[in-house]
């Protein structure tokens, strides 16, 4: 923090560090000065003019070089003639300002005047009525009159799609570029901007699709007028109607803070609907932004398909039962199996399920296992990111390493704080087969082949150390490069360095090589155990990490282990749905137990289904990339006859005589405390806590930060990795995974994430469906061509494993020759890095 | 020699052909800055010169040039040839009849602050003057007069030309540079300045072509010449461009400190009909408007002495009013052309032109009343020190000055109505809702 400036405030003394903004001072002290188009986290432009002020300053005296006094002693100040912006200013020490003036309170009111004149008065449909600036500033300073000419008014565009999420009403827009400048200076999507000039500016997109960005929504929170809507919100519902519930998303490892908002409504037959997300402010984790995937893809928890009793299987058919029914069958199947137990739980459960879940199979001697394709959840447990590490506080002097991953795509809100700590001067190394859009803000780039991604770390490693083994041929060109051994070494100098990595091109075996490459890497540059320090998981779902916690690791034999356990119990996942050949295994498995909110393939293939509850029904915790461990709470009430993951596996232990605690989620969380010594002490009071915000976002003046919640229920509690403990941390073997090497006709087939894929969520989302892509892969334009391939071909994918499907050809040249990049869960079962051959069937002129 | 210093085309044949220009000296000037003097010395002789700034703020050119950051590189010069302030034509005339002795104005201003780029930023409409441009810049360099390493100086210029778009403002220093940037063409907050925080960032200067254009004169003759011409604080010739309701429309050339009667009735040959004079717009449409008593017709035109009428010199663009042009009229006039060109960006001048607009359409068409006048010039007071830069400032200017000082013309325009409230609703309400 550099110097303090003091200064007076309407009467009020008050000290803040040199730079601050004369607006974000009053609103230290609780002084509101209104604004329209500055905004705590933009770049201030002075445009609104609506938070003029009076500026006095001290009057110097050139000639004797003192401040000049008034008789009393006290300095002499000098108030400027014209009322200036407080948005711009600068405070320096002695400066008076005062704030609510008869004169300010004419300027505001002016400036009102101004506004109202092209504004359409249209509040009472108006969906930002009842959490409007304008509609607040104009009840608190504006004229009560119009001097304006109605009919002399604009009548302009209405309903503007700008893409498919957000609409634009023209008329009510104050042109005060908030969302233009969010567009480009905060996630660098610059595809809206003003068109034409003066009372013809208006907001349009140039992108292809319209609006192209995955974060779009947020222009709508901290839009100050109704011009920006949602349109899973567009008149759906007064804002005065709604009730709020703290949420934590569930879409990927950030864990984005959330409010849940839920009105009663006729129309649903009196149901508890939810009409929105929105996101809650928690500086340490999301600051007050969220992805269109987590805005957006919510209606999934409250679709008619969701599963509302128990099914258990009868002559070859699933038919519903009775709770006790299940789960007496279940209790007896377990009993008979006698420890053949394997349990499958995914990322998408909270820790208390999966800590129930872990329970109950070793109790009965079974065996657990993550359905993911990630590993070194174990790693993170051990160099993970240190407590008190904050993406906000990281600038000058912290490397962030990004391994391995398309961070837009697979965790949006991590790319924007990475590319924030980078704008503010924290250097950035991004290591990716192909390129992505976090290399704009990179310092070094390294560029591995895929299947290479451990052998690329392990060559930074290298490039440190006295002694240079062998390493493997994929990366000696990188290796000579230069370039490898000046990221290392910016790594290795840096003060704080994180490494972040993900899921790109990544296997089970190559993601735990990767990961133990990554702790080396940071072992062996001292960047454990301190906050801003660490490892990161960018896991594919927003448990992983307490997945891992809990004492779920993934099986290297997933399909093998499945086929030979005499009980399947799988919560939260569709491995059938997901890979034919799990599918096949699951055919071959005993007896199968699936809990789910959906009737998914898995489930279709089960012998008991139960309904399980959506996170919305339910309180719980998920703990995040950063290892924060975070608590979400019940928004409406559960779906009858269902019940939360926890309470599910404690039922079924309580008739086989285990103490399991099912009735709270509180309580065990108090057991998850006691038994597991990285959660000791962690409870639920401890998680609702909140600390001190900056900016203060609150709703009773949404004109300063937007529409974001305030985080009133709780920021969560971030654990301590056992390097923080002063455990030591053994450098582990890192054992690269062979080259894969294709056959003549053959590609290498890697994995990639999309954000919009076809997984539960978003599919079930229609607002979201025409986003999705038709199941595709993607090449290079050379190799495209040397196999007779062009955009739109329909072409024939067959995976070694012998899945095959009907995949679209798209051409792609930020791809490395030869390589087939396949989305995930987009139609195609890909586990990880194989190889695949494509045959034509069918070509489109697109 | 030519009477002339900066229109000297006018006696001086073909002066925009390179061969003439070099031979009555063309270039000297920059060949002895470049070999013979530093960078500051220029500096200083500009300083002492006393050379302001003919854009229209008048600021001292050699100190803007003094506060350009050396500690941060590169330097850009940037000429402003927007010329786009009604009854402004004086840039038009030097670029096209003198536009080497500009371009060596460039070159001395990219000298004296170590610039090795400058640009030309010109009016869209200029793109006939920017194709010339551009071949004569390809002449000199051709001729070793820019390029790398001039006169076998360690010093390397190259001059661009860029056109505008058609706006206004981007006259504006911060919207033009805004605007060579690529982007749209709206102003930036100042502080900064340009020569902390200009194009791309980078400390730039932003001189007036007709400033530029003073500059190869000054270094040849030096500063105590130049301070023979004109008075004291506003030394230097000035071309004032006259237009309106005079005989001799036109540029003229003249020291500054002449008075609007000189100017009028000596070069301009007076008043068409013989009528007298009503009023005067120094600075084209934003000016206020000066009352053409005697007194002001005496008043010296130079950037001292037009403020004492409640006005300001801009960019001389004198235009003469006379007593056949109702104020409501001219009002009308400059109240539309600023709601065509306000960019939009604050809310005052976006919002206030386009209500003022509607307010001087109403009154000049005779359907308004008195109270509408009175609103008309509240609105304009509502606008007057709340904007982001100065266009919406002088948008209000001939509004409030014509208000006050022309009152029986606005009384004459709001004659036909004699309600005393002001119109709150239209004469065509939709009635469509009930």
Not at chain 1, 448 to 474: Q, R, T
Not at chain 1, 583 to 590: K, R, W
Not at chain 2, 68 to 96: C, L
Request: charged share 20%; hydrophobic share 40%; glycine share 10%.
């Amino acid at each position: 923090m550099g110097k303090l400036v003091r200064l007076t405030i309407d009467g009020i003394e008050i000290e803040v560090p040199v730079g601050t903004l004369v607006v974000d001072a009053a609103k230290k002290i609780g002084i509101d000065i209104p604004v329209f188009c500055y905004h705590p986290k933009l770049e201030p432009v002075g445009m609104c003019r609506m938070c003029l002020v009076e500026v006095g300053r001290p009057v110097f005296n050139r000639e004797t070089g003192q401040f000049e006094l008034e008789p009393d002693g006290s300095p002499k100040i000098q108030f400027a003639p014209k009322l200036e912006t407080s948005c711009t200013l600068p405070v320096s020490e002695g400066m008076v300002i005062r704030g609510y003036t008869e004169k300010v309170q004419e300027g505001r009111k002016d400036i009102l005047e101004f506004l109202l004149t092209s504004h359409p008065l249209d509040c009472p449909i108006c969906d930002k009525g009842g959490e409007c600036p304008l509609q607040n500033l104009t009840i608190a300073f504006g004229p009560g009159k119009s001097r304006f000419i109605y009919d002399e008014k604009q009548l302009l565009g209405k309903h503007i799609p700008l893409g498919n999420l957000i609409l634009l009403d023209q008329e009510r827009c104050i042109q005060c570029a908030r969302c233009i400048r969010f567009q480009d200076e905060i996630v660098d999507d610059p595809v809206i901007e003003f068109s034409q000039r003066g009372r013809a500016l208006q907001i349009v997109t140039f992108s292809e699709p319209g609006f192209d960005s995955y974060f779009s929504g947020n222009t709508t929170d901290i839009c100050p007028v109704g011009a920006l809507t949602t349109r899973d919100f567009r008149f759906q519902a007064r804002p005065w109607e709604l009730k709020a519930a703290a949420s934590i998303c569930q879409q990927c490892p950030v864990g984005c803070n959330l409010t849940v908002n839920i009105r009663r409504e006729d129309k649903s037959g009196g149901a508890f609907v939810v009409k929105r997300l929105l996101p809650r402010q928690n500086e340490q984790v999301n600051e007050i932004w969220i992805c269109d995937k987590g805005r957006f893809a919510y209606t999934y928890a409250g679709h008619d398909d969701r599963l509302n009793q128990p099914l258990v299987r009868k002559n070859g058919e699933l038919v519903p039962a009775s709770w006790d029914e299940a789960i007496d069958l279940v209790a007896e199947r377990l009993s008979a199996a006698q420890g053949g137990l394997l349990t499958i739980g995914s990322g998408r459960l909270a820790n208390e399920d999966l800590f129930n879940l872990r329970q109950l199979t070793t109790r009965l001697g079974g065996k657990t296992a993550l359905y993911t394709h990630m590993a070194g959840g174990d790693l993170t447990a051990q160099v993970g990111v240190g407590q008190g590490t904050n993406f906000s506080d990281m600038g000058p002097g912290t490397t962030i390493l990004v391994v391995a991953c398309d961070l837009e795509e697979e965790a949006p809100i991590y790319f924007l704080r990475v590319k924030q700590a980078a704008d503010r001067g924290a250097k950035l190394i991004v290591v990716n087969p192909r390129r992505t859009k976090l290399e704009r803000y990179a310092a070094h780039v390294l560029r591995y082949p895929y299947g290479a991604e451990a052998a690329a770390i392990l060559a930074m490693v290298n490039a440190l150390s006295a002694k240079k083994p062998d390493l493997p041929e994929a990366v000696r060109d990188l290796n000579r490069s230069g370039q490898l051994e000046a990221a290392a070494k910016a790594f290795a100098g840096a003060e704080n360095a994180v490494i972040l990595f993900g899921g790109e091109g990544a296997g089970l075996e190559s993601s735990h090589a990767l990961a133990q490459g990554c702790t080396n890497l940071l072992v062996a540059t001292d960047h454990t155990g301190r906050p801003n320090n660490g490892l990161i998981g960018v896991w594919e779902r927003a448990n992983n990490q307490g997945a891992w916690d809990m004492g779920f690791l993934p099986s290297s034999d997933l399909s093998g282990e499945i086929g030979n356990a005499p009980v399947v119990y799988i919560a939260a996942a569709d491995p059938a749905g997901d890979q034919p050949a799990l599918a096949d295994a699951l055919n071959s498995a005993g007896f199968v137990i699936v809990q789910e909110l959906y009737l998914t393939v898995t489930a279709g293939q089960a012998d008991v289904v139960f309904p399980a509850q959506s996170f919305i029904e339910r309180s719980g915790t998920y703990t995040n990339g950063e290892r924060r461990v975070q608590r979400f709470y019940p928004a409406v009430p559960e779906l009858q006859q269902t019940m939360a993951d926890f309470a599910i596996p404690a039922r079924i232990g309580a008739k086989l005589g285990f103490d399991l605690e099912g009735s709270l989620a509180n309580r065990v969380m108090d057991r998850i405390a006691a038994q597991v010594p990285d959660y000791a002490g962690v409870s639920y009071l401890e998680l609702a806590e909140v600390t001190g915000q900056w900016p203060i976002v609150h709703r009773d003046d949404l004109f300063y930060g937007g529409t974001s919640y305030e985080n009133t229920r709780g920021l969560g509690v971030q654990l301590q990795p056992a390097a923080q403990r002063g455990e030591q941390t053994p450098l582990g073997w890192v054992k690269p995974v062979e080259a894969l090497q294709p056959a003549e006709g053959q590609l290498l087939a890697a994995p990639t994430t999309r954000l919009y894929d076809r997984g539960l969520t978003v599919r079930l989302t229609t607002l979201l469906h025409p986003l999705i892509p038709d199941p595709y892969v993607a090449l290079n334009p050379a190799t495209a061509a040397s196999l007779g391939f062009i955009e739109g071909t329909i072409a024939r994918l067959s995976l070694a494993d012998g899945a095959a499907v009907e995949v679209q050809v798209r051409l792609d040249e930020s791809l490395p020759e030869n390589i087939l990049l396949v989305p995930r869960s987009m139609g195609v079962p890909i586990a990880g890095l194989t190889t695949a051959s494509l045959d034509v069937v069918e070509r489109t002129y697109a | 020699m030519s009477a002339y210093i900066l229109l000297r085309h006018r006696d001086i044949p073909d002066l925009n052909q390179l061969d003439v220009y070099l031979k009555n000296e063309g270039f000297a000037a920059f060949r002895k800055a470049v070999t013979t003097l530093s960078p500051d010395e220029v500096t200083d002789i500009v300083k002492a010169s006393g050379l302001r700034g003919r854009g229209g703020a008048g600021f001292p050119t050699g100190m803007k040039w003094s506060f350009m950051d050396k500690n941060n590189w590169p330097h850009f010069v940037t000429a402003n040839a927007d010329e786009s302030e009604p009854g402004t034509f004086k840039d038009r005339e030097i670029m096209e009849g003198n536009p080497f002795q500009f371009l060596e104005g460039v070159a001395l201003a990219a000298y004296a602050v170590q610039a090795n780029t400058a640009y030309v930023y010109l009016r869209g409409e200029f793109w006939q003057i920017a194709e010339q441009m551009d071949r004569q810049i390809a002449e000199l360099e051709d001729a070793g007069l820019l390029g790398d390493r001039l006169f076998g100086k360690n010093y390397s210029l190259r001059i661009y030309t860029h056109l505008g778009a058609g706006a206004y403002i981007c006259g504006e220093e911060t919207a033009m540079l805004e605007s060579l940037e690529g982007k749209l063409g709206q102003p930036r907050l100042r502080p900064p300045f340009p020569p902390s925080f200009g194009l791309y960032g980078k400390p730039t200067v932003v001189n007036n072509v007709e400033t530029l254009t003073n500059l190869p004169l000054i270094l040849q003759n030096g500063a105590g010449w130049y301070r023979k011409i004109g008075t004291e604080r506003s030394p230097g010739p000035k071309i004032f461009c006259l237009s309106g309701r005079v005989n001799r429309p036109g540029n003229y050339e003249l020291p500054l400190g002449t008075t609007f009667r000189q100017l009028i009735f000596e070069h301009g040959g007076g008043i068409p009909g013989d009528r007298q004079v009503k009023a005067i717009m120094a600075a084209g449409a934003s000016s206020a408007l000066i009352v053409a008593t005697e007194e002001a017709l005496d008043t010296p035109m130079d950037y001292e002495s037009v403020p004492k009428l409640g006005a300001q010199l801009g960019s001389a663009s004198v235009i003469v009013i006379d007593d056949t042009v109702n104020i409501d009229w001219v009002v009308n006039k400059t109240v539309r052309f600023f709601n065509h060109e306000s960019c939009g960006k604050c809310t005052p001048c976006r919002e206030g032109t386009y209500w003022m607009r509607h307010l001087i359409d109403r009154i000049h068409a005779g359907g308004a009343s008195w109270q509408d006048v009175l609103l008309l010039k509240d609105v304009a007071a509502q606008i007057q020190g709340k904007c982001l830069c100065a266009l919406g400032e002088f948008s209000v200017e001939a509004v409030l000055s014509g208000i006050e000082r022309f009152e029986a013309d606005f009384r004459e325009a709001a004659r036909d109505r004699q309600a005393e409230q002001p119109l709150l609703v239209g004469a065509g309400l939709r009635s469509d809702n009930g």
